[in-house]
């Protein structure tokens, strides 16, 4: 069936580094865009990045540009998030969900989140 | 605060209906770009619910619809089930920020 398992996150100090992974599963990854989307505890959903099925258009939330990178791998039908610098109000669980109906689509299917926190 | 807004909760007795709001504006839901909704049950990731306004992925109940007029949007549940409480968001794009767009979420209680 089809899956997305995210994985990477935890508890990360104010101005390092962590790097998200989503792995993709039932579903010919290659030919989708995917999405990042995060959700602040007890907060509404954002969304944070997008690329295209091949990797070469990326777009990012203002809130997130010049510090995050989202990146795939379509050999290993995974999905990246580098995120650098990061500020404790990045703290929230991070969903990957797939660009199945284009870049200005809906948001199908979802993983189950990942949760980094940033303490302040 | 949200470029999509929608009313922070709302309430009704089981079998009753219940409509959720989604009001954009002339870069996103008016431009027109669609909308689409999502239910998140408690400690659980989001789900689609209906996609491109008014369109149920397959085994959505007909319970759950969806409207878009100008630059609005809505919900509507109808025959409430205690299963329906969740948190329900509406999404689009939006073409000055170049980016897709949430609303704040809607919390559903059935009393």
């Known amino acids: ?120 | 605060q949200s470029v999509l807004t929608q009313p922070p909760s709302v309430s009704g007795a089981p079998g009753q209906r219940v409509t959720i709001s989604c009001t954009g504006s002339s870069s996103n839901i008016g431009a027109p770009y669609d909308v689409h909704w999502y239910q998140q049950l408690p400690g659980t990731a989001p789900k689609l619910l209906i996609h491109g306004n008014s369109n149920r992925p397959s085994g959505v109940p007909d319970r759950f619809s969806g409207s878009k007029s100008g630059t609005s949007a809505s919900l509507a549940i109808t025959g409430l089930q205690a299963e329906d409480e969740a948190d329900y968001y509406c999404q689009s794009y939006d073409s000055s920020l170049s980016g897709s767009v949430f609303g704040g979420g809607t919390k559903l209680t059935v009393l």
């Not at chain 1, 990146?71 to 610098?85: E, F, I």
């Open chain 1, 1 to 120: 069936q089809v899956q997305l398992v995210e994985s990477g996150g935890g508890v990360v100090q104010p101005g390092r580094s962590l790097r998200l992974s989503c792995a993709a599963s039932g579903f010919t990854f290659r030919n989708y865009g995917m999405h990042w989307v995060r959700q602040a505890p007890g907060k509404g959903l954002e969304w944070v990045a997008i690329i295209s099925y091949d990797g070469s258009n990326k777009y990012y939330a203002d809130s997130v540009k010049g510090r995050f990178t989202i990146s795939r791998d379509n050999s290993k039908n995974t999905l990246y998030l580098q995120m650098n610098s990061l500020r404790a109000e990045d703290t929230s669980i991070y969903y990957c969900a797939g660009a199945t109906s284009g870049y200005v689509g809906w948001f199908d299917p979802w993983g189950q989140g990942t949760l980094v926190t940033v303490p302040s």
